[in-house]
Every structure is written in structure tokens, then in C-alpha cells.
């Protein structure tokens, strides 16, 4: 007799997403995921930090928090309160950090404080899909924002605020990413985040500060972060060190009052975040952090700089997309006519893969004719031939663009 294997089907919890798909490695050329570039990961300074900090201190693994207690390595908090002092004028103390693992953890402990079904929130229209889809799983309204060159406009938020208050909804808060959008790759003026934060505090609702992608502005030079400039202690802010050191490496922080970290702490039932990785970071961070992010800089705007030009060469005036100050995206608009969904499903069976738009965005009409590419982790001749192998399935599936390569093609050639 055959055995026949257990039928899971019937006793699955409502509401789960649907099944992910079988990893089978990623296609030739892959322009999706927050994927950094491999040849900067810092792999000799972070062994050397490996070394000394275990030599130094491994024997405190045998103890939940290594001794620091909840919050996480304290070296590490440190650390970082210099870093967001510096870079974007926070001022804080180490018992103000969570450590967690990854900004994604940041983003579900948040919303397990602030978020229930039913509950409202405003978000930036183009935006992180990891957001999009927290809030959609739990079963939270979204308000769309549109964004200009400026980040979220805050005449736009002035105009919901005041609708959902006429009809009687103080939404939870205001979520957006005003450091390098995901995925515009704008960066909110300074004057505009001041309307921003004085919106929240006359509508008392709270801003959720999403810093992942600050550490990447090509020139260095930022605003100030949403959270140094509040008056009222009305920002929660996350960041990461996953673009500006290592995605895998899986750690995040949260900067609140003790009041939010304290209801946090009661719902991240992790046993603590990966304690060797934090270790690690705090080690090579105090050391090394200041010289290995310019060189990262430097060597992504190169990757920009190559896919913008093999767009321009490929694509022409069909391909739409303003140079971002920073990161690791290029969002691109194409003609009406093409449908990014579609063109995800062809291009992914020709080897390439790419985000459509519409999962990156709360308004699927505006979203449905642009595209995500991430430049940061294919080579610069990966970039290259990546575009141009788009640039021909685009053609072939929907005419566009007429010329590839400054070659005039018919549509059905």
C-alpha cells in the first residue's frame, strides 16, 4: 500500500496569505528585493570584529540579552546614539532603542501596539510593499498620500485629516519613509516635515518615521529626521542596518519614549533579537561604520548611473524616471499601454526579474504602468544586459519602445 501524506488543508487558520512559492534561485538578471551589492559587503572587517568581540565577550551568549538586557546589546544601542545624533539630529539615550531583528520587526511591533481591525492609517500612495500588506492582513484601512518631488505632500494630508475628521476617524498614525522613499528615492524638505509634524499635533495622530534607506543619500546630507524635530514626543522611528551593512544580518532598532518601548517589549515574545549578529555590528560599527559607507555610496551611484543610461539607451523617451538622491531603487513609469503586472509575468519567464508597480503602491490605476528596479545587486554588465533583454520582451508584448538600442523596430518585428 501507498502511504498517502497528512492533509494540513482543513486545519489552516483563516486569513493566511497564500502559499509561497517554491525558491528555486533567482533568475539571471534579478532587479528585485532590497539585495545590496555582495563586493561591498565588508566580509574581512566584519570576521575581525567576529574574532575580537567573541574572543572578548562569547561567554555572555550563555545568558538571554547577553546582559544588556531586553532592549538589546547595549554596545550597539551606544552606538547608535552617536550615529542618529550625528547623521539626523536625534537626540536619545540607549534605554530609547529596541533592537530588533530587521526593520520588518519594527514594523509588525508597532502596529501590534497601535493597530486593529478597522483602524485607519495614512501612507504614503507609492510605497514599501512590506507595509501595504502588514496593514492589509490585519485589516486596517489605508489612506493613500500622493508624493511629488518633495516626498508626501502635506496638502494632501491636510485634506484627508480633515475629511476622516468630519467623519469622526482619528486614524492611528501617519506612516512614511521622508529619508530615500521606497520606492520614489525622494527625501522630504525640511520645511515640509515641519508641516507634517504640526499636522500630527493639531489632529493628534502620531507619526511612524521609517528610516531603512537614510544611510544611502549619495552627497550624505540630510534633513533632520522626523523625531529630532518634534516637539511633543509624536514620532516613532525605525531604521536599519540592512542596506548600509548587510540585509541578512537581520538588525533593526526602534527609537521611542520609554512609555511605547515599554508596551513594545511586552509583545516581542522573541526571546530577544540575534544576539551574535549585534555583537558583530557593534564591534564593526564603532570602527569602521564612518569609512565603509561612502565607499558603498559611491559604488551603488555607479550601478544608478548605468541603469539610467541603459534605460535612456534601451528605452528612450519611453522609459520616465527622475535621478533619485539616494538608494538602492529606480522607479520608472512606461507608456499607458503596458501593464508592469504583465510585463513582470513575461519578463520573469525570459530570466529577468523585476517589481510591477502595483505592489508597491496603494492605488493600482496610477501604479499599473511603472516598475521597481533594484540596481544594487546585479553587476554593472548584468545592468546592462538586463535592461536590454527587458527593453526586447517589453517590445515584443506590448510595442514599446519602438526603438531599442536607437534601432527603429516595428511592433510586430
Not at 506612516?175 to 522613499?181: A, F, K, R, S
Not at 528610516?211 to 536599519?240: E, F
Request: proline content about 6%.
Amino acid at each position: 500500500m501507498t502511504a498517502t501524506s497528512f492533509d494540513y488543508t482543513p486545519l489552516l487558520a483563516e486569513g493566511l496569505p497564500p502559499a509561497a512559492a517554491k525558491w528555486n534561485g533567482f533568475p539571471k538578471y534579478n532587479f528585485v528585493g532590497g539585495n545590496n551589492d555582495a563586493d561591498q559587503v565588508p566580509v574581512a572587517k566584519l570576521l575581525e570584529a567576529s574574532t575580537a568581540v567573541l574572543t572578548r565577550e562569547g561567554a555572555t551568549l550563555a545568558t538571554y540579552g547577553l546582559n544588556s538586557g531586553p532592549l538589546g546589546y547595549r554596545p550597539l544601542r551606544e552606538f547608535l546614539v552617536g550615529k542618529l545624533k550625528r547623521d539626523a539630529g536625534i537626540t536619545c539615550t540607549a534605554d530609547e532603542i529596541l533592537i530588533t531583528s530587521g526593520s520588518l520587526q519594527g514594523l509588525d511591533l508597532v502596529n501590534g501596539i497601535l493597530l486593529s481591525p478597522g483602524d485607519t492609517v495614512l501612507i504614503e500612495q507609492e510605497c514599501y510593499q512590506g507595509s501595504i500588506t502588514r496593514l492589509t492582513r490585519r485589516g486596517v484601512k489605508i489612506v493613500g498620500i500622493p508624493l511629488d518631488h518633495d516626498g508626501m505632500r502635506t496638502d494632501a494630508v491636510a485634506a484627508a485629516l480633515a475629511d476622516l475628521k468630519a467623519k469622526g476617524i482619528r486614524p492611528k498614525y501617519i506612516y512614511t519613509i521622508p529619508t530615500v522613499q521606497n520606492p520614489t528615492g525622494t527625501i522630504m524638505s525640511e520645511q515640509r516635515r515641519a508641516e507634517l509634524l504640526k499636522l500630527a499635533d493639531d489632529y493628534g495622530v502620531p507619526i511612524f518615521e521609517d528610516d531603512c534607506y537614510a544611510d544611502l543619500i549619495w552627497n550624505g546630507q540630510r534633513p533632520p529626521a522626523l523625531y529630532a524635530m518634534s516637539k511633543t514626543n509624536n514620532v516613532i522611528h525605525i531604521g536599519s542596518f540592512s542596506k548600509s551593512v548587510a540585509p541578512a544580518l537581520r538588525v533593526g532598532y526602534i527609537v521611542a519614549p520609554w512609555n511605547v518601548l515599554s508596551r513594545i517589549l511586552s509583545i516581542k515574545t522573541d526571546a530577544g533579537s540575534g544576539a551574535l549578529e549585534q555583537m558583530v555590528l557593534a564591534e564593526f560599527s564603532a570602527a569602521h561604520f564612518n569609512d565603509h559607507v561612502p565607499k558603498l555610496r559611491r559604488d551603488l551611484r555607479v550601478k544608478l548611473e548605468a541603469m539610467m543610461e541603459a534605460l535612456a539607451e534601451q528605452f528612450g523617451t519611453a522609459a520616465e524616471f527622475d535621478d533619485p538622491r539616494g538608494g538602492i531603487f529606480l522607479w520608472v513609469k512606461l507608456p499607458d499601454n503596458v501593464d508592469t503586472l504583465k510585463l513582470y509575468q513575461a519578463a520573469l519567464a525570459a530570466g529577468i526579474a523585476i517589481n510591477p508597480g502595483t505592489e508597491w503602491s496603494v492605488n493600482a490605476a496610477h501604479s499599473r504602468s511603472r516598475l521597481r528596479l533594484c540596481f544594487a545587486s546585479p553587476s554593472v554588465q548584468e545592468i546592462r544586459d538586463g535592461v536590454a533583454a527587458l527593453a526586447e520582451v517589453c517590445r515584443r508584448e506590448f510595442g514599446v519602445p519602438s526603438r531599442s538600442a536607437n534601432v527603429e523596430r516595428a511592433a510586430g518585428a
